[in-house]
Nanobody, 126 residues
Framework: QGKPVESGGGSVQAGGSLRLSCKASGFTGSGNCVAWFRQAPGKQREGVAGFSTNAGDTYYSNPVKGRFTISQDVSQELVYLQMNSLELEDTAIYYC???????????????????WGQGTQVTVTS
């Protein structure tokens, strides 16, 4: 198990789409949780989406439900965050977090995740 590595951030107009990738080596087998968090300037880090590898259960925070989709590519050890219908309020640094305890998925408690990526910037413009 190593530190997750994010990629895919960038700048997009409101209403557009972006896909983030997280290389989560060692966390795609059974019993793990890989989640996306985000932190906007001046705000606390908040949970966005989580993927439990036990049964493929997915979790979404209310602000992104229906717009974001989290998925996994086991062979590539990747977890994706497909973001559609992006809004100005989605502007933030997005972090991938991983934890070898699947039950933490959906709790959105940052202290329960011990492995964090460096983050990738997502900027939504008008």
């Amino acid at each position: 198990q190593g530190k997750p590595v994010e990629s895919g951030g960038g700048s997009v107009q409101a209403g557009g789409s972006l896909r983030l990738s997280c290389k989560a080596s060692g966390f795609t087998g059974s019993g793990n949780c890989v989640a996306w968090f985000r932190q906007a300037p001046g705000k606390q880090r908040e949970g966005v989406a989580g993927f439990s590898t036990n049964a493929g259960d997915t979790y979404y925070s209310n602000p992104v439900k229906g717009r974001f989709t989290i998925s996994q590519d086991v062979s590539q050890e990747l977890v994706y965050l497909q973001m559609n219908s992006l809004e100005l309020e989605d502007t933030a640094i997005y972090y991938c977090a991983a934890e070898p305890r699947s039950w933490v998925c959906g709790t959105w408690i940052t202290s329960r995740f011990r492995y964090w990526g460096q983050g990738t910037q997502v900027t939504v413009t008008s």
